[in-house]
Nanobody
């Protein structure tokens, strides 16, 4: 079982920034569909960003969040800028093995999940 470990969450003021990291146990980043999801209390899990040979973003974070990776470090990142109170959630890193043509936000396809890291945006 491949393990995903998120870090970088915390509390930040509205308008602030945070960078989340997801360290992958094995060298899979270049071959897997990688993504960030989030879930706020009482709400359904929401797609944030995904990355394979291209990137895609959820509508609510476009222009503010950036997903990236460093293959050599087996690490996926999520740079979050201009944070809003509604960005408050538990953020999860997820992955599944697929070619880029099958990489999408379909949550059922993701079979590898991290434990999550909490992001709280509040004044």
């Amino acid at each position: 079982q491949v393990h995903l470990t998120e870090s970088g969450g915390g509390s930040v003021l509205p308008g602030g920034s945070l960078t989340l990291s997801c360290v992958v146990q094995e060298d899979i980043i270049s071959r897997y569909c990688m993504a960030w999801f989030r879930q706020a209390p009482g709400k359904e899990r929401e797609a944030v960003a995904l990355l394979h040979r291209y990137v895609a973003y959820g509508d609510s974070v476009k222009g503010r969040f950036t997903i990236s990776k460093v293959n050599a470090n087996n690490t996926l990142y999520l740079q979050m800028n201009s944070l809003k109170a509604e960005d408050t959630a538990m953020y999860f890193c997820a992955a599944f093995r697929a070619g880029s043509e099958l990489c999408s936000f379909r949550q059922g396809a993701f079979n590898l999940w991290g434990q999550g890291t909490q992001v709280t945006v509040s004044s």
